[in-house]
């Protein structure tokens, strides 16, 4: 099924007035970002496979040479989430000046500032809010997605599409996009057809970039199977063999340093996969060994997932909800998620010994939290013991 984006907002558009320039004390910092626009006419280069040719034309800008940007300085956006927070420690620890991006929240993200970080509020799916964040900044890591309720083009392709449009008009000297693997071989998924339409989005930008393309996260097992064992809920999974190599995420972020001081790596589209793949059934095996504990399994058949999704197909209200029931039909077919590492290693110089395995991860995880639970038991004993 093919995805149908729509025009871009209309201050990026080639049909609309320029956009307002940022200023720092009365000079303008951002000159006219490039032209984007959505149509069927090939106008410019042609992104993916999508139904409406998504066509950029880029114009040329120049900005004077102010004070030297350090490159130590680098800005995470997507801090919040579950890679990005990894991004911002690994970067702290090895003494980078990080900058922030997040989205305007009823809760602050004081963790980032408590270590060390500094925060600035803006939003992608509000573009004039970008540039001015973006001031003495030489690398960008995107690790941001959109948020489940919103709809997946709104931040994964028109946010992206100006974040890195910003950064072009900024002088940004690196970019790091993370993709998903196997994007390009998957156009019916929208995500994935968007991932692969931003990939080639970057590389024609003229940016320095540096394109990751992941697998799957260890840290996103636990909520889905580790902790469902623990509290004996039920545990959800599908009939299909599917096999996914999950990397920790903080070998993600130390991996990804590595290559933006590698010069081999520059302009490079590199797969980072952990050390084995896994079904879900062998997850689940896992966790249950190392909880002492049976899981109950419910298992949803594939069938039911494309039902699902030629339903939600029918309502405009629900189509954002089929988009993201596409990824899990991927997700649930007979493919593997994986790649040789060995290349990779290489060029970067790692020992694969030094790779987190998901048995040692959920190993050390299962060791931390039955402890707590064991120590949590005790105390409650010595307080009845006292009353």
């Known amino acids: 099924m093919a995805l149908k984006l729509g025009s871009l907002p209309p201050h990026l558009s080639s049909s609309s007035t320029k956009p307002r320039n940022a200023s720092f004390f009365g000079r303008s910092l951002v000159p006219p970002l490039a032209d984007v626009s959505c149509s069927s006419t090939s106008l410019g280069k042609s992104y993916g496979r999508l139904s409406v040719t998504c066509t950029a034309q880029t114009v040329s800008t120049s900005i004077s040479q102010g004070t030297p940007v ?11 989430g579950t890679l990005g927070r990894q991004v911002v420690r690994r970067a702290l620890d090895e003494g980078y000046d990080v900058r922030c991006l997040v989205r305007p929240r009823p809760a602050p993200a004081d963790f980032l500032r408590d270590w060390g970080a500094s925060v600035v509020n803006a939003d992608l799916s509000k573009p004039e809010t970008i540039p001015a964040t973006l001031v003495g900044v030489h690398t960008i890591i995107d690790c941001a997605t959109g948020r489940p309720e919103e709809p997946i083009r709104k931040v994964d392709w028109e946010g992206k599409v100006a974040l890195i449009q910003c950064a072009k008009a900024m002088g940004i000297q690196k970019f790091v996009f993370y993709s998903i693997h196997n994007c390009d071989k998957h156009p019916e ?101 190392l909880a002492g504990q049976d899981a109950n399994v419910t298992t949803v058949p594939v069938s039911v997932l494309r039902f699902t999704r030629q339903l939600t197909r029918l309502f405009q209200w629900t189509n954002d909800v089929a988009d993201r029931l596409a990824f899990s039909e991927v997700l649930s077919s007979d493919i593997v998620f994986s790649v040789p590492m060995a290349e990779t290693y290489g060029l970067l110089g790692v020992d694969q010994k ?34």
């Open 70 to 80: 350090r490159p130590t300085s680098i800005l995470v956006v997507g801090a919040t």
């Open 354 to 387: 030094d790779i987190v395995t998901l048995e040692k991860y959920l190993q050390d995880y299962f060791t931390n939290i039955l402890k707590k639970l064991k120590d949590l038991k005790a105390q409650s004993k010595q307080t009845d013991i006292f009353i």
């Open 189 to 289: 998924v929208p995500l994935m057809e968007i991932k692969y339409c931003t990939e080639k989005f970057l590389q024609d930008s003229g940016l320095n970039y540096h394109i990751i393309r992941l697998c799957g996260f260890m840290q996103g097992l636990i909520g889905q199977y580790a902790v469902p064992i623990l509290e004996e809920k039920s545990v959800w999974g599908t009939d299909a063999p599917t096999r996914i190599a999950y990397m920790d995420t903080q070998d993600i972020a130390r991996l990804t340093f590595m290559a933006m001081r590698n010069e081999k790596a520059n302009k490079k589209i590199m797969t980072f996969a952990g050390p084995r793949a896994w079904t879900t059934q062998e997850v689940i095996t896992l966790c249950e060994r």
